[in-house]
């Protein structure tokens, strides 16, 4: 029976466990050669252990396997233990002896069990911490996450090396939707995670690049880097195949923040409220979609913040007011029509639709205001049949946001049969589409409101996605020009802008459309709507936005100057 003194064991033992024990001692080199000093001690030929994250994977053999010790002598197994971890991962060690070798006594077996059973107590802590660090710092897909993220700002900040070095940057792949839709989601998340990439690269070790969820990701890097991040940020071809036609150009909206000198970090906002604000304002942006931060998006903030406070009680309150602009036949001068307008009365001042409109269509509450609007107009005209007065056609604006709503049609229609208005009074406005999903639901809407015999008019033609689509395709009443088309006094008969007009007005009617040209303001404009055969105008050149005893007084026939003098 071969017998270990006790002073060489404890003397070995207490090297190896110390090394396992205390994270400043510990060097893997170190740790091997105390597990060969045991290794020798007890004469053992071979030690192997194995990783496995369940039982499953154990029992396909997908694991990490590890010959921590191997001399060639070879022999059977003479320590074989596994370990389950309350995570269900399996731990296993295995020794072997050469059978050459005289066998060990009792005492000496518990002791090569005790320093088995050590090592892979260290090897399940290890692996542990290696998972915490995987699941906590990474995204089910592999991508460092918001906590990775904020753990090198602080990291970086301690250091004294963050502040006036460092930007940081926040951004949203840009119609991303569409990508998915038309390479089917496995390309797509190719494309994602090459693009990802590229802008790990350009990040450096120093850095960090994170995805906080879905398509929308933050970074943080040393400002020499900021040029080259910026331009892949605008625009990079990524391929997900092979060939010039597997490959999509990306693009993303992004707010940046370079960190200032003076900054002073304390909790995740300092960073992160400064990125929303800015990334916020980049997805609304229509030009450039890289914004820096600034501290007037904080105060735009709070007006934002403001509004929707506001807007629950205003609406009960009925602060709302519909205006009415007139729309007249630029031949005879005669009103034919009218658009409805909002206008906001709060503590008796007047807010500007621009300064609540926008605000509120970041969420759905535009489309309770739409409704509100849709109402009130009813309202009004049922009053003016029931007072005899001869009503005209109002259009009424709906936002793009209500074309996620599957009742629309059942929405719309309750309302203005609730006040039992003739659906030929009724105009419903609809602004164009940005993505093809909206395309589709926009064809579904329309359709279904000439089924209604409900009037419908595209707004701001020329200015949004597909236009030449969005008339061919989907059955419109009316195609109402936007002024950026409409040539300004200053601009002659051959001008690009009027050369426009003209094939926008002839398209329109070839077509069968009703054509309006809004933001009509000199009499010149007028003459030019007459020569182009555009019937209908609205602008300032006739009337402003009216209030509705001011707008009333127009239904008894009024007539304007067919030059638009007063």
Not at 235 to 244: A, D, I, L, R
Not at 320 to 329: A, S
């Amino acid at each position: 029976m071969d017998t270990v003194s006790d002073m060489e064991f404890c003397q070995c033992f207490e090297k190896y466990i110390d090394l396992l024990t205390d994270p400043e001692k510990y060097s893997k080199d170190k740790l091997l050669d105390s597990l060969f000093e045991i290794a020798r001690l007890f004469r053992i030929s071979k030690g192997v252990t194995e990783f496995y994250v369940n039982e499953a994977m154990e029992k396909s053999g997908e694991g990490e396997i590890y010959c921590d010790y191997d001399d060639g002598r070879g022999g059977p197994a003479v320590v074989a233990l596994r370990y389950v971890s309350p995570s269900q991962a399996v731990i296993k060690g295995t020794i072997y002896r050469p059978e050459s070798e005289p066998p060990l006594s009792e005492k000496d077996m518990r002791r090569l069990e005790t320093a088995v059973r050590s090592l892979l107590s260290y090897i399940s802590r290890q692996r542990l911490a290696g998972a915490l660090e995987k699941y906590a710092f990474s995204d089910d897909q592999g991508y460092p996450n918001l906590r990775a993220y904020m753990r090198r700002v602080g990291m970086l900040y301690s250091q004294g090396k963050l502040a006036g070095a460092y930007t940081a940057l926040l951004f949203n792949l840009r119609r991303f939707t569409l990508i998915n839709q038309d390479i089917g989601r496995e390309n797509a998340d190719t494309v994602m995670r090459k693009y990802f990439s590229m802008l790990k690269n350009a990040v450096g070790r120093s850095g960090i690049a994170a995805r906080m969820g879905g398509d929308n990701f933050i970074m943080l890097f040393r400002n020499v880097h900021t040029d080259r991040i910026l331009g892949i940020l605008r625009g990079m071809p990524v391929s997900y195949g092979e060939g010039e036609d597997t490959r999509v150009m990306l693009s993303a909206s992004a707010g940046v923040y370079p960190i200032p000198k003076d900054f002073v970090f304390s909790t995740q906002g300092d960073i992160m409220d400064k990125l929303m604000n800015s990334s916020q304002a980049a997805k609304r942006s229509q030009g450039d979609h890289i914004v820096y931060f600034d501290y007037g998006m904080v105060r735009q903030t709070y007006k934002s913040m403001r509004v929707q406070q506001l807007f629950p009680r205003a609406l009960t309150e009925r602060e709302f007011k519909v205006y009415y602009q007139p729309k007249v036949d630029v031949e005879t001068g005669n009103m034919v029509g009218a658009e409805a307008l909002c206008r906001w009365f709060h503590d008796g001042i007047m807010i500007p639709p621009m300064e609540f409109i926008p605000i509120l269509e970041q969420t759905t509450d535009v489309c309770r205001l739409d409704f509100y609007m849709l109402d009130c107009v009813c309202g009004d005209i049922r009053r003016w049949l029931d007072e005899g007065r001869k009503p005209v056609r109002v259009s009424v604006n709906l936002s793009r946001k209500h074309l996620a709503d599957v009742d629309l049609l059942k929405h719309i229609l309750d309302i203005i049969d609730r006040h039992s208005v003739p659906h030929e009074y009724i105009e419903i406005e609809l602004t164009e589409t940005t993505t093809d999903v909206e395309f589709r639901d926009l064809k579904r809407i329309v359709s279904g409101l000439q089924q209604l015999g409900i009037c419908t008019s595209v707004d701001d033609f020329g200015v949004g996605y597909s236009s030449l689509n969005l008339i061919r395709e989907i059955p419109w009443n009316v195609l109402k020009i936007d002024r950026c088309f409409l040539p300004s006094d200053e601009e002659g008969e051959g001008s690009v802008t009027s050369m426009m007009y003209r094939h926008v007005v002839s398209m329109a009617l070839e077509m069968g459309l009703e054509c309006i040209t809004e933001g009509v303001e000199t009499s010149r404009q007028i003459e030019i709507l007459r020569r182009n055969g555009c019937r209908i105008a609205q602008g300032f050149v006739f009337d402003k936005p009216l209030p509705l005893a001011d707008f009333e007084k127009l239904l008894g026939g009024h007539c304007y100057y067919p030059d638009g003098t007063k």
